[in-house]
């Protein structure tokens, strides 16, 4: 199984990206998917996850700003990132089925 993240980049504080991460390879069925982010220095902390049903969940540094998604036809999930902060700097990793990790994506939010 793979993880292909992608999607991060240099944004303007207030500004906004979309995270893609695809998943491949044999898998057998999505139970759920989530993003996890590291900033540098520190520990890696959860901040969404979806069930292949479609209910997510989301850290509280994120509530209302993020929105996850996911397209089992694409086997691919989402996470849509609004109103970035500086504090949002960090690198992106996707999961599957709470087993499988992505490379990451760098995300850095700055003027």
């Known amino acids: 199984v793979q993880l292909q993240a992608s999607g991060g980049g240099l944004v303007q504080p207030g500004g906004s990206l979309r995270l893609s991460c695809a998943a491949s390879?044999?898998?057998?069925?999505?139970?759920?998917m989530g993003w996890y982010r590291q900033a540098p220095g520190k520990q890696r902390n959860w901040v969404a996850e979806?069930?292949?049903?479609?209910?997510?969940n989301y850290a509280n540094f994120v509530k209302g700003r993020f929105t996850i998604s996911i397209d089992n036809a694409k086997n691919t999930m989402y996470l849509q990132m609004n109103s970035l902060k500086p504090e949002d700097t960090a690198v992106y990793y996707c999961?599957?089925?709470?087993?499988?990790w992505g490379q990451g994506t760098q995300v850095t939010v700055s003027s």
């Open positions: 999961t599957l089925n709470g087993g499988y």
């Open positions: 979806i069930t292949s049903g479609g209910i997510s």
């Open positions: 390879g044999s898998i057998f069925r999505i139970v759920s």
